[in-house]
């Protein structure tokens, strides 16, 4: 969980939004949204490379300013707004759910070369900061960031509706290396803690499960969580008798912290 595996974070969005330019063409203030793609060995998960392919690259947003130097250049500062999910399985035993969060800041520099009247292709490229967030779930909760130096790439076509609208079609390439990520020393001994409790718990609920098979019955399944365990046991034959639910809960008190007011015993033939 401390180390991200993650050279180059490559998404590619193809945009379809609208520029709007004031005081004559010379600022451009531009929004585009669409779908981000993994290119390469790019992975955003912080289990490792071997769980790349479970995102599906999300959606990604990108509001530009750019102001024109003169005839073709253009300058100015981008902001890429990006999110993606995904659920996959660690040693075929350990779920995990997570929801990631990238936003990157930058100043741009690129040209504006008209084709037609009403149509100018458009090229930026900038440096600043990628951000990464990761708020998860596996056997507890757990929350990641990150941050590293970037690179972008945007290239767009643009066509003028009227001599203050515009809409364009393109890609934009972002590049990332985060060398590592990071909990802050309060999230590291929750997430710790929470760890061991849960393993704690398979633990106990294994040897109860184990237990109340070998007082006889034909199977049983525990569960805790919170304070509580909860039990469905199986019999063959005659209804479980009070005797029995006081030998099943004794054995689930010697085992976990849970009291007896806190155990739920459920039947099933």
């Known amino acids: 969980m401390r180390k991200l595996i993650l050279f180059f974070l490559f998404v590619f969005s193809v945009t379809v939004g609208f520029a709007q330019s004031f005081s004559g063409d010379k600022l451009f203030i531009s929004v585009d949204g669409g779908k981000g793609v993994l290119f390469g060995k790019s992975n955003l998960s912080p289990f490792g490379v071997n769980y790349r392919g479970e995102y599906n690259g999300g959606l990604t947003c990108n509001v530009k300013t750019l102001y024109r130097i003169d005839k073709f250049w253009v300058a100015g500062l981008k902001f890429n707004l990006s999110g993606t999910s995904a659920n996959y399985t660690i040693d075929d035993k350990t779920n995990v759910a997570d929801n990631v969060e990238l936003w990157y800041l930058g100043p741009q520099l690129g040209f504006k070369i008209p084709i037609t009247e009403r149509t100018l292709i458009s090229c930026v490229l900038g440096a600043g900061y990628l951000h990464y967030r990761d708020e998860g779930r596996s056997n507890s909760e757990f929350k990641c960031t990150s941050g590293a130096l970037a690179g972008n790439m ?18 934009s390439v972002l590049s990332g290396d985060f060398k590592k990520i990071e909990m802050t020393a309060d999230e590291k001994k929750e997430y ?22 070998a007082k006889g019955f034909a199977d049983c399944l525990c569960f ?6 909860d039990l469905t046991v199986m019999t063959a034959g005659e209804p479980l008798t009070a005797a029995q639910v006081a030998q099943i809960r004794d054995v689930v008190m010697n085992k976990s912290s849970v009291t007896a007011q806190n155990i739920t015993v459920v039947e099933v033939k």
């Open 224 to 229: 805790l969580q919170a304070g509580r365990a």
């Open 154 to 171: 945007d290239f767009l076509v643009e066509y003028k509706l009227t001599d203050h609208l515009a809409v364009n079609g393109g890609f």
């Open 192 to 213: 710790t803690a929470q760890m061991a409790a849960g393993l704690e718990d398979l633990n106990a609920e294994n040897e109860i499960e184990t237990l109340v098979r």
